[in-house]
């Protein structure tokens, strides 16, 4: 029985030391869980300088579109706009045709006065495309485009 006891007591003393040294000894800590993130002021804030941005880009898009005369042409048949021409930085003069008469407009911020009228003229094709700040139609980029284009189709 004695010899039982030893085992016992050696056991026992073992499992003590074990606990006292791993409460001694460095662990490795367990994995925290991450705690949740909520949308404070910075994510509202890049939010909202993001949608301000795109906002900035369509208005800018827009009067880009304006400025350079992207606008769609040949909506109404009933008034043409023949020619037109920049006089200063926000004035420009054009002239529109209307049934058979033509109309000189002086275009201004704000205002637009009629300058002369006149009897409409037949243009050739070329001269009948409006002009888009000194550049008639004819030399415009689509009309380049198709002539080389058409060059390249001759070639093959």
Do not use: Y
């Amino acid at each position: 029985m004695k010899r039982l006891r030893i085992p016992r007591l050696a056991a026992s003393l073992l499992a003590c030391i074990s606990f006292s040294a791993g409460a001694v000894l460095p662990t490795v800590p367990t994995a925290a869980a991450e705690p949740v993130r909520s949308f404070g002021l910075a994510g509202l804030l890049q939010a909202g300088l993001g949608l301000a941005m795109v906002l900035a880009l369509i208005f800018l898009f827009a009067w880009a579109a304006r400025r350079f005369g992207l606008q769609q042409t040949g909506g109404g048949r009933l008034l043409k706009v023949v020619s037109s021409a920049m006089v200063g930085q926000r004035e420009r003069v054009v002239v529109v045709e209307i049934g058979d008469s033509w109309l000189v407009l002086g275009v201004a911020a704000g205002q637009v006065r009629a300058l002369h009228t006149m009897p409409a003229e037949n243009l050739s094709e070329a001269e009948a495309a409006p002009a888009r700040n000194g550049i008639t139609a004819a030399g415009a980029f689509s009309q380049k485009l198709l002539e080389s284009l058409n060059k390249m189709r001759k070639r093959d």
